[in-house]
């Protein structure tokens, strides 16, 4: 059975910093991109980020770059999602994706 389970959400302050993981089991990640999303209340769902199979090529959505950072560990079969700078903008619901699986999504709240 094929599951992803993220974890690390909360509640931050602006300024401040989370770290979301993407735990995936019942199949290898290795052969796929691996990519996060984000839904904002009364917003449609966006893609953030993506990373190649072996890490070495990321994209970045223009408002997150040079705040966000993806990485993966096929040998853990999980994917990462560390967020600095966090500003009240990044609140949402963050998804992680894997071929066409989806995860339940994760709560992400800025604010002071």
């Known amino acids: 059975q094929v599951q992803l389970v993220e974890s690390g959400g909360g509640l931050v302050q602006p300024g401040g910093s989370l770290r979301l993981s993407c735990a995936a089991s019942?199949?290898?990640?290795?052969?796929?991109?691996m990519t996060w999303y984000r839904q904002a209340p009364g917003k449609e769902r966006e893609l953030v980020t993506s990373?190649?199979?072996?890490?070495?090529?990321?994209t970045y959505v223009d408002s997150v770059k040079g705040r966000f950072t993806i990485s993966r560990d096929n040998a853990k079969n999980t994917l990462y999602l560390q967020m600095n700078s966090l500003a009240p903008e990044d609140t949402a619901v963050y998804y992680c994706?894997?071929?066409?699986?989806w995860g339940q999504g994760i709560q992400v709240t800025v604010s002071s």
């Open positions: 994706k894997i071929y066409v699986y």
């Open positions: 019942g199949f290898p990640i290795s052969f796929y991109t």
């Open positions: 990373i190649s199979t072996s890490g070495g090529t990321t």
